[in-house]
């Protein structure tokens, strides 16, 4: 199967390299040409060529750019495919996606995807094998998705080891708001308050421990990038940073006035995490 992966960065360039290890020829299009040589140089993809020419030959497409691009670029991409060829797009967001592909005539081409993995890193560099495996895959809009479609996207996502779920694109958005782009965000602001506060920087690498690299891990992400996922999630991230903003003035506000216990009960009620994502593991377990 020839499967033509638009975007080579660390999302687009994994999913290349998953697909060439299973043994499909992968063809790459990107609009770096910095990006374009080092996908061949790191034997990411087979070939890199224009978007059209990828489109013309490719069985399956995946559209792997920043989701502010992706709700331009989608349908023009789908007025160029054949009826037997299918689209699928990785966008952390969904809704807006969706929406501009309603009432498109090849719209049961296109499958609406988001594989939950990553890393800080970003670039056909940072691409590596495994990235999904065992890693979830959300779906959304597939009552409206042709079964055909639908089934030769999973062939690829079953092959990277992914699980795949199905949910409403606004869902979709509203949860990630919360699970994944207030992380970001709470990452990017914790670098901020920890760089105004501490202006000598050899310090910070002095005394940083495993906890602060892992909760600041986030902030060394692609701003251009999760600036446009915030950009098109703003409405649900907005809401879901209005409560963690009273949270942290909760906190705030118990330290101000010394007291200890409401202190180990407000933890205590936040230790509830490890009970929500125990459910998760065993979900995983069964699902698998």
């Not at 330290?255 to 009970?275: F, V």
Request: proline share 2%; net charge negative.
């Amino acid at each position: 199967m020839n499967i033509g992966i638009i975007g080579l960065g660390l999302i687009g360039g994994s999913i290349a390299k998953e697909c060439r290890k299973a043994g499909h020829r992968v063809i790459g299009a990107d609009a770096s040409e910095k990006h374009k040589d080092q996908a061949i140089d790191f034997e990411v993809v087979d070939e890199v060529m224009s978007v059209e020419e990828l489109i013309a030959i490719s069985d399956v497409i995946g559209l792997c750019i920043p989701v502010d691009l992706i709700a331009d670029k989608l349908p023009l991409v789908l007025d160029m495919i054949k009826w037997n060829q299918v689209v699928f797009d990785v966008g952390s967001t969904k809704r807006a996606i969706c929406k501009a592909v309603n009432g498109h005539e090849k719209r049961g081409r296109f499958v609406a995807a988001h594989p939950l993995a990553g890393t800080e890193y970003s670039g056909p560099t940072a691409a590596i094998f495994d990235l999904y495996r065992g890693k979830k895959n959300i779906i959304c809009e597939e009552d409206i998705t042709d079964d055909d479609a639908l089934r030769k996207a999973l062939e690829i996502f079953n092959l990277m080891g992914m699980q795949s779920l199905f949910m409403k694109a606004q869902d979709h958005d509203k949860h990630m708001a919360y699970v994944s782009h207030l992380s970001h965000i709470s990452a990017f602001t914790l670098s901020l308050t920890v760089l105004d506060i501490e202006e000598d920087e050899k310090q910070i690498f002095n005394l940083a421990s495993t906890g602060f690299e892992s909760t600041v891990r986030l902030a060394k992400s692609n701003p251009k990038t999760w600036s446009s996922i915030f950009d098109k999630n703003s409405e649900y991230l907005s809401t879901a940073l209005g409560s963690y903003i009273e949270h942290l003035s909760e906190f705030k506000r118990i330290l101000d006035e010394g007291d200890k216990e409401k202190s180990i009960a407000l933890m205590e009620r936040a230790n509830e995490i490890k009970r929500v994502l125990n459910g998760m593991s065993l979900n995983a377990i069964k699902l698998s």
